[in-house]
């Protein structure tokens, strides 16, 4: 299960690109597209930076967004989530 303590960094495989101001991945692995809102952009900046804890990413989120702590939390993992699934992210 995963825990806001575990670590992760962004997938050597993946390039990330702002289109039309929208965050856009691409997983050169599958040659998938995917496309991020605000929040998701953000998070993914912050990881791009480096690897980071998911309560990091919780806690620059925070700062940034007007949403209860409760709901970013459970917002992030389930991003988080899908990133792993989609391998976009891997555990640092």
Known sequence: MMTLEQRFQVSDDVIAREVAGEMVLLDLASGVYF????????IWERLSEGPCSLAELCDAIEAEFDAPRA???EDILALAAQFIEKNLITPA
């Open 35 to 42: 496309g991020l809102d605000p929040v998701g952009s953000r």
């Open 71 to 73: 709901r970013i939390e």
